[in-house]
Each structure stands twice: as C-alpha cells, then as structure tokens.
T-cell receptor
Framework: SQQGEEDPQALSIQEGENATMNCSYK?????LQWYRQNSGRGLVHLIL?????REKHSGRLRVTLDTSKKSSSLLITASRAADTASYFC?????????????FGGGTRVLVKP | KAGVTQTPRYLIKTRGQQVTLSCSPI?????VSWYQQTPGQGLQFLFE???????NKGNFPGRFSGRQFSNSRSEMNVSTLELGDSALYLC????????????FGPGTRLTVL
C-alpha cells in the first residue's frame, strides 16, 4: 500500500513556468524525500527534508513540509524541457527499523518547449 | 564513486521459472533495499538488508527472497514466477542511517510470459 497521495497526477506546463506538486502522507515520519524518474529508469534523489524542518531549497527546487497537515510540496521554478519526468515523494515512518521508504503514486510532469 | 549497478538490465522468463537479480551498491554503503515498480501498484518496498541481515520486509509472498553478501552486494530471488511479477525491480543503497538518501540503480526490467 502507498503511504502518500500525490496531487496532481499529471501536470503540463510551458518551459519557464513553475511547477508545483503536493504530497500527503498518513503516518508520522522521520523525513520526507523527493525523487525524479525519467521514463522507466532508476530514481534520482532530489532533496531530503527532515521532520523538524519546514522548508528546504536546492537550486531551482523548493520543498516545504507541514507535519501538522502531513503534507509536503515540491516547487520547480523556471522549468526546462529536461525537467520532464515523474516525481515521487517518499517517507520513512517513525519507529520503523532501518530504511523502508513508502512512495506516493507520483506526479507526471511534462514541460513543453 | 561508481553508482549502483544492477544486472541484468532486462530479463524475460516464463511462468513457473525462477529468477535471480543482482545489485552492487555504492562503495561504503551497507544498506541495500529492493523495490518493485508496476503501473498498477506503483513503487513498493520489498526488503532491506544491512550488514548481511534483513532489517525490514514489505508485504510480499515468500516467493520473494533476498540476501546480502559480506561485500554488501545483494541478490533477490523470485521463485515460481507469475505473470503479475512482471515489473521494474529497483535496488537502492545508502549508508544506512535514518536520514540518509537512497541512491537507486537503473533497475532490472523483468517480463514474465
């Protein structure tokens, strides 16, 4: 079963526009991570935000985390055609032994040139 | 550092056969996790190994098994293959702590006929 739900399921934007996607999860977490996947390939780690952090930036990426609402958002600014991919949030639950990421269903992003 | 490697990249098997997939983690990483990705179920956690011990397990039948060797390389085995086992199998390695990002390999695409 999936921990999180991602919204929207798909997003189509023009190059240069911003893309925002949201993730909701169900249980208390240690941290939340965002990954990108290009067309059936392996996942690329984008950013990790700890449960005691509210916002984090990395280049054109901005992630927010609201643990009271059990939700996170990923903003990609000034999008490029190369940002076309599926984006997944992943959480690991407090109390779980070791690494066990639970992924959301993903948001498919299409950036049109 | 070399990334996570998975072999083989593609595999075609028939129902009832068994298959072994291999994963070599990033040097120094002691945690290896396996995930199954299908269009219907998304990304699902199979199991995680840390220092040759299974530390966590997902909700998969006993036909799915794995192991880790002393050099941290890991294998997963699926016996008595079913059509529904067709999927992309992803391996991820990390240092093993609670706040560590996971580095994914390119995956093995398994097709069961």
């Amino acid at each position: 079963s999936q921990q999180g739900e991602e919204d929207p399921q798909a997003l189509s934007i023009q190059e240069g526009e911003n893309a925002t996607m949201n993730c909701s999860y169900k249980t208390s977490i240690n941290n939340l991570q965002w990954y990108r996947q290009n067309s059936g390939r392996g996942l690329v780690h984008l950013i990790l935000i700890r449960s005691n952090e509210r916002e984090k930036h990395s280049g054109r990426l901005r992630v927010t985390l609201d643990t009271s609402k059990k939700s996170s958002s990923l903003l990609i600014t000034a999008s490029r055609a190369a940002d076309t991919a599926s984006y997944f949030c992943a959480t690991d639950a407090i109390g779980a032994a070791g690494n066990k990421l639970t992924f959301g269903g993903g948001t498919r992003v299409l950036v049109k040139p | 550092k070399a990334g996570v490697t998975q072999t083989p990249r593609y595999l075609i098997k028939t129902r009832g056969q068994q298959v072994t997939l291999s994963c070599s983690p990033i040097s120094g990483h002691r945690s290896v996790s396996w995930y199954q990705q299908t269009p219907g179920q998304g990304l699902q956690f199979l199991f995680e190994y840390f220092s040759e011990t299974q530390r966590n397990k997902g909700n998969f039948p006993g036909r799915f098994s794995g192991r880790q060797f002393s050099n941290s390389r890991s294998e997963m085995n699926v016996s008595t293959l079913e059509l529904g086992d067709s999927a992309l199998y992803l391996c991820a390695s990390s240092l093993g702590g609670a706040y560590n990002e996971q580095f994914f390999g390119p995956g093995t695409r398994l097709t069961v006929l």
